[in-house]
C-alpha cells in the first residue's frame, strides 16, 4: 500500500526556516519522481519544487523549482530513508499554505495528507 506522509509544518515568522519531510511507504521513492505542492485558502494547488527519480540521474536527482520559490527552497531526497524533503528558507507570508508531497512528475498519482505552513508575525 503506497502511503505518503508529511511532516515538519507549523508556525514560522516571516524570514525563517522550516524543513518539511515526505516519509514514503509501499514502493521505492528512489525509483520515482517526486513533488511537493503547495494549496493557500482560496486559491488552487500549485507545484512548488520536484526532483527527478534518483535512479536517472548519479546524484540524488535533477531538481526543479517554481519560480516563486527558486533560491529560497531546496527539495532532496534520502534514499536509504525512503524520504524526500523540502528546506524552505527566507519564507515570506505569501509562502502560507497546505503542503503536499505527491509521486510523479507531471501527473502524481499518490498524495500525503498535507501539512501546514503558516508564515506570520
Known amino acids: 500500500q503506497v502511503q505518503l506522509v508529511e511532516s515538519g509544518g507549523g508556525l514560522v515568522l516571516p524570514g525563517g526556516s522550516l524543513t518539511l519531510s515526505c516519509a514514503a511507504s509501499g514502493f521505492t521513492s528512489g525509483r520515482y519522481a517526486m513533488s511537493w505542492y503547495r494549496q493557500a485558502p482560496g486559491k488552487e494547488r500549485e507545484l512548488v519544487a520536484r526532483?527527478?527519480?534518483?535512479?536517472?540521474?548519479?546524484?540524488?536527482?535533477?531538481?526543479n523549482y517554481a519560480d516563486s520559490v527558486k533560491g529560497r527552497f531546496t527539495i532532496s531526497r534520502d534514499n536509504a530513508k525512503n524520504t524526500v524533503y523540502l528546506q524552505m528558507n527566507s519564507l515570506k507570508p505569501d509562502d502560507t499554505a497546505v503542503y503536499y508531497c505527491a509521486r510523479g512528475w507531471s501527473y502524481p498519482d499518490y498524495w500525503g495528507q498535507g501539512t501546514q505552513v503558516t508564515v506570520s508575525s
Open positions: 526532483i527527478t527519480a534518483a535512479l536517472q540521474i548519479t546524484t540524488g536527482g535533477h531538481p
